[in-house]
Nanobody, 115 residues
């Protein structure tokens, strides 16, 4: 069993920053993919940032240059640094890990960007 616990969400003003964390516990091995998704009411969950096993990254166009995904293998943790936040970044953010073909999800953390 694998558990993913997210933290770091909250309310921030436009232009502000937040760092999300996702700590994995349990039987962790051979992670193929780490990613952050977000979802707003009535819309499909969308990929925001992803990192492959080799460390290569990809980002949604709307967050390029503002968000950075990173990892700490020793802590089994993946991060999402979010800068220059905009109201349209408001969503529930979920971390995702794929190991041996199985996808695991965190419980989600709310990010609200508002003045």
């Amino acid at each position: 069993q694998v558990q993913l616990v997210e933290s770091g969400g909250g309310l921030v003003q436009p232009g502000g920053s937040l760092r999300l964390s996702c700590a994995a516990s349990g039987s962790i091995f051979s992670i193929n993919f780490r990613g952050w998704y977000r979802q707003t009411p009535g819309k499909q969950r969308e990929l925001v940032a992803g990192m492959g096993s080799g460390g290569g990254t990809n980002y949604r166009d709307s967050v390029k240059g503002r968000f950075t995904i990173s990892r700490d293998n020793a802590k089994n943790t993946v991060y999402l640094q979010m800068n220059s936040l905009k109201p349209e970044d408001t969503a529930v953010y979920y971390c995702n890990v794929i190991m041996r073909g199985t996808a695991y999800w965190g419980q989600g953390t709310q990010v609200t960007v508002s003045s």
